[in-house]
């Protein structure tokens, strides 16, 4: 059952679970978020709000973002959400949630920069695992993966010479056993023109897990 609402183009898809779907009034094309847990998938070509179920699995608080076709020193995806949880299933089960665009510039842009925040984890009755993967058109950024409280960043050594050129986030959520939840996850993928080198962030401090592109946000 697919129902549609009113509010910006709020969708509603109804599966074995259902996500709500909702998007600010700028549509585009080329961007795409597929959400699955490979029965179940939901899909959405505007960027903006989601929350639900997908299977077993209980989405909210999320939020996709784009800046495409880009400016002249940016490109960026950036998907986050307040919580992924799940209960009454045995065994190990995954989520993956696909955030995709197409840009034209910056060209001549260096520097892949890709960002993972898990600010909370609740075991429960199993274990989770928050896996990322950055892609620009068939240049894949290097995996960041955490089963605990931390942040990430890498930066990936490549130059765009030409447009338009693809950018893709994938996010995974490994849950293995009952009551177990994620929180206050971020995933960002920038293209910026004239990339700075990360410094090493902080997992002891409250603002690193944040976005810690350029080192501690504390200083």
């Given at each position: 059952?697919?129902?549609?609402?009113?509010?910006?183009?709020?969708?509603?898809?109804?599966?074995?679970?259902?996500?709500?779907?909702?998007?600010?009034?700028?549509?585009?094309?080329?961007?795409?978020?597929?959400?699955?847990?490979?029965?179940?998938?939901?899909?959405?070509?505007?960027?903006?709000?989601?929350?639900?179920?997908?299977?077993?699995?209980?989405?909210?608080?999320?939020?996709?973002?784009?800046?495409?076709?880009?400016?002249?020193?940016?490109?960026r995806?950036?998907?986050?959400?307040?919580?992924?949880?799940?209960?009454?299933?045995?065994?190990?089960?995954?989520?993956?949630?696909?955030?995709e665009?197409?840009?034209?510039?910056?060209?001549?842009?260096?520097?892949?920069?890709?960002?993972?925040?898990?600010?909370?984890l609740?075991?429960?009755?199993?274990?989770?695992?928050?896996?990322?993967?950055?892609?620009?058109?068939?240049?894949?950024?290097?995996?960041?993966?955490?089963?605990?409280?931390?942040a990430?960043?890498?930066?990936?050594d490549?130059?765009?010479?030409?447009?338009?050129?693809?950018?893709?986030?994938?996010?995974?959520?490994?849950?293995?056993?009952?009551?177990?939840a994620?929180?206050?996850?971020?995933?960002?993928?920038?293209?910026?023109?004239?990339?700075?080198?990360?410094?090493?962030w902080?997992?002891?401090?409250?603002?690193?897990?944040?976005?810690?592109?350029g080192?501690?946000?504390?200083?």
């Amino acid at each position: 059952m697919i129902r549609l609402r009113s509010f910006q183009s709020l969708v509603a898809v109804a599966l074995v679970g259902a996500v709500v779907l909702g998007a600010p009034s700028r549509a585009q094309a080329t961007f795409k978020v597929t959400i699955t847990d490979g029965t179940n998938t939901i899909t959405s070509s505007t960027p903006g709000s989601y929350s639900g179920t997908v299977g077993v699995f209980d989405i909210q608080g999320g939020f996709t973002t784009s800046n495409a076709p880009g400016t002249p020193n940016l490109a960026r995806l950036s998907d986050s959400n307040t919580a992924v949880s799940s209960s009454g299933f045995s065994g190990t089960k995954t989520l993956t949630i696909t955030v995709e665009d197409d840009f034209t510039a910056p060209i001549g842009g260096n520097g892949l920069k890709s960002i993972l925040s898990v600010g909370q984890l609740e075991p429960g009755g199993g274990t989770a695992t928050v896996t990322y993967q950055s892609f620009l058109d068939a240049f894949a950024g290097t995996t960041l993966s955490t089963n605990a409280v931390a942040a990430g960043l890498t930066v990936e050594d490549h130059v765009v010479t030409s447009g338009p050129f693809h950018l893709k986030s994938v996010t995974t959520y490994t849950i293995t056993g009952t009551g177990v939840a994620t929180r206050s996850t971020s995933k960002a993928l920038e293209l910026p023109r004239s990339p700075r080198l990360p410094r090493v962030w902080s997992s002891s401090c409250p603002l690193c897990p944040l976005w810690a592109w350029g080192g501690c946000a504390a200083g």
